[in-house]
């Protein structure tokens, strides 16, 4: 089955800084990768997410980049904000049947 | 916010008594997931229903069991509940298909004493 290794599981940034969040996955069948921000006590919340037939997405301040061959995916935040502060999930497909995710990395975005 | 609710918010119980968690889905959603995310941890698949059957069980002991009804609502079963059970556990919807966009529930938070 599929197995998601996510780094690193803390970063600190300066406000207006970027965040970069690296995941990689083992199954090379996966086809869809959902990213997810969880703030505390909440649910997690879909922020972006790519498909195998797109190398790179971008939604404002986020972006999401996938290499299928090296099977990594990489979440990218610029100008951070306070407000950016929470965990984020990556996470990839299981033969389109649920998702597997990645352990989370604990984003605090410092004033 | 989605229109995915759970009940209840919080639960406690002791070991080896039973629970019922219920999820009630968005409108239009078949399909329901139910994860296991423990302090620090990402979610953990339990299992998946599609149009009241199960297809898709992660690696979970079967004493945790689920249903779906027709009107798609889901319950997620724990049996002779041991202290490790102590979660948020997450419900998700999504419509047909398998590539689309899954959306949680504010998740039960269950304490086992």
């Known amino acids: 089955g599929e197995n998601v290794e996510q780094h690193p599981s803390t970063l600190s940034v300066q406000e207006g800084d970027s965040a970069v969040i690296k995941c990689t996955y083992s199954?090379?069948?996966?086809?869809?990768f959902p990213w997810y921000k969880q703030e505390l006590g909440k649910r997690p919340q879909l922020i972006i997410d790519?498909?195998?037939?797109?190398g790179e997405k971008k939604d404002q301040r986020i972006a999401v980049t996938l290499n299928k061959t090296a099977k990594h995916f990489s979440l990218h935040i610029t100008e951070t904000q306070p407000e950016d502060s929470a965990v984020y999930f990556c996470?990839?497909?299981?033969?389109?049947?649920?998702?597997?995710f990645g352990p989370g990395t604990r984003l605090s975005v410092l004033p | 916010e989605t229109g995915v609710t759970q009940s209840p918010t919080h639960l406690i119980k002791t070991r080896g008594q039973q629970v019922t968690l219920r999820c009630s889905s968005q409108?239009?959603?078949?399909?329901v997931s139910w994860y296991q995310q423990a302090l620090g941890q990402g979610p953990q698949f339990i299992f998946q229903?599609?149009?009241?059957?199960?297809?898709g069980r992660g690696n979970f002991p079967p004493r945790f069991s689920g249903l779906q009804f027709p009107n798609y609502s889901s319950e997620l079963n724990v049996n002779a509940l041991e202290l490790d059970d102590s979660a948020l556990y997450l419900c998700?919807?999504?419509?047909?298909?398998?590539?689309?966009?899954?959306?949680f529930g504010p998740g039960t938070r269950l304490t086992v004493l």
């Open positions: 199954d090379s069948a996966s086809n869809y």
């Open positions: 998700a919807t999504r419509g047909e298909g398998p590539y689309n966009e899954q959306f």
């Open positions: 409108s239009g959603h078949n399909t």
């Open positions: 790519i498909r195998s037939n797109v």
């Open positions: 229903y599609y149009r009241e059957e199960e297809n």
């Open positions: 996470a990839a497909d299981n033969y389109g049947q649920n998702f597997v």
